[in-house]
């Protein structure tokens, strides 16, 4: 991602994409290097989801995390590393 973007707009953010289901968000670390580029960061985040009625299957979560990306894909250009 690039920019200053703070955090805690991805937090929110996310926790608006995530819904009912994601019930705990929080960030592991941030990362600014020569690997990345000029002005570019990593953020690293871990999110729980859970349903209090039932099991969550994994297309669910998926569903859920595919939206989460595209999300914040379209509001601050960002994308997944692998």
Do not use: C, H, W
Not at 31 to 45: C, H
Not at 53 to 71: A, W
């Amino acid at each position: 991602m690039r920019g200053k973007i703070p955090s805690n707009d991805l937090v929110q953010v996310i926790r608006q994409l995530g819904g009912y289901t994601l019930r705990d968000i929080s960030m592991l670390s941030e990362y600014q290097g020569p690997q990345l580029g000029a002005g570019a960061r990593s953020l690293s985040f871990r999110l729980q989801y859970q349903a209090d009625d039932r099991t969550l299957t994994n297309e669910e979560v998926s569903t859920v995390q595919q939206r989460i990306i595209d999300g914040l894909k379209q509001r601050f250009d960002a994308e997944v590393r692998s």
